[in-house]
């Protein structure tokens, strides 16, 4: 089966610090989604992209978080400089625009921690 | 108010009970609708659509009230497999267009031997 891949599976690292997470979404899937994970807020969509377009930051911390595209197969999501808020779990999904982005498939997830 | 709301549980039920849960949206605009499960410490899947007029999968119904603007998803026969959160999920928009999707912060499921 193919699936979402995200890299680094866990960090931990000093506020301050820039945190780089990484998504290669499914072959031939034309939307990317990031997503933030917490207890509190639960699921929040931070942006996402449409044939490597962006489409919609608004849930995104501009001042901090950058997130890009550079080519169909890897999708960034920056934070720089971090901050222990950020601490959560980052999801990066995908799907196509054709099925109305369903089902989205989910990486495995980033473990952030932010000391 | 939040555009999605769903009660955080936990909802403790014994193995074979019948549980329900509800998810709320705020935008009567929303066109689509759906049912996520998520594992602890993993990534949410999607369990299944939530159609007008109701939809069955096994032992899961979905049904949408839009007049009321809910949602609801009723598992019958409880597994110690269903233990899980389930998420609700709210699409704004049509497909091929701009769309807003929106997941809820889940609901709890324990379900006990």
């Known amino acids: 089966d193919a699936r979402v891949t995200q890299t680094p599976r866990h960090k931990v690292t000093e506020m301050g610090q820039e945190v780089t997470m990484r998504c290669q979404p499914i072959?031939?899937?034309?939307?990317v989604f990031w997503y933030r994970q917490t207890m509190m807020q639960g699921l929040e969509l931070l942006a996402y992209f449409r044939n490597r377009a962006p489409l919609d930051d608004s849930g995104m911390p501009k001042d901090r978080f950058s997130a890009e595209m550079p080519d169909a197969t890897l999708a960034t999501l920056k934070i720089q400089p971090s901050e222990p808020r950020d601490s959560a779990v980052y999801f990066c999904?995908?799907?196509?625009?054709?099925?109305?982005?369903?089902?989205?498939?989910f990486g495995d997830g980033t473990r952030l921690s932010i000391l | 108010r939040k555009e999605v709301e769903q009660d955080p549980g936990p909802f403790n039920v014994p193995e074979g009970a019948t549980v329900a849960f509800n998810c709320t949206y705020s935008?009567?605009?929303?066109?689509?609708f759906f049912w996520y499960r998520q594992d602890c410490r993993k990534e949410p899947k999607l369990l299944m659509s939530?159609?007008?007029s109701g939809n069955e999968d096994g032992r899961f119904t979905a049904q949408l009230n839009r007049a009321s603007q809910y949602i609801s998803l009723l598992i019958r026969d409880s597994k110690l497999s269903d233990s899980a959160t389930y998420l609700c999920v709210v699409n704004k928009g049509g497909s091929g267009g701009y769309q807003k999707v929106t997941f809820g912060t889940g609901t709890k499921l324990q379900v006990i031997p």
């Open positions: 072959l031939g899937h034309n939307t």
């Open positions: 999904a995908s799907g196509l625009v054709e099925t109305g982005w369903q089902p989205q498939h």
């Open positions: 939530v159609y007008s």
């Open positions: 935008n009567s605009a929303s066109q689509s």
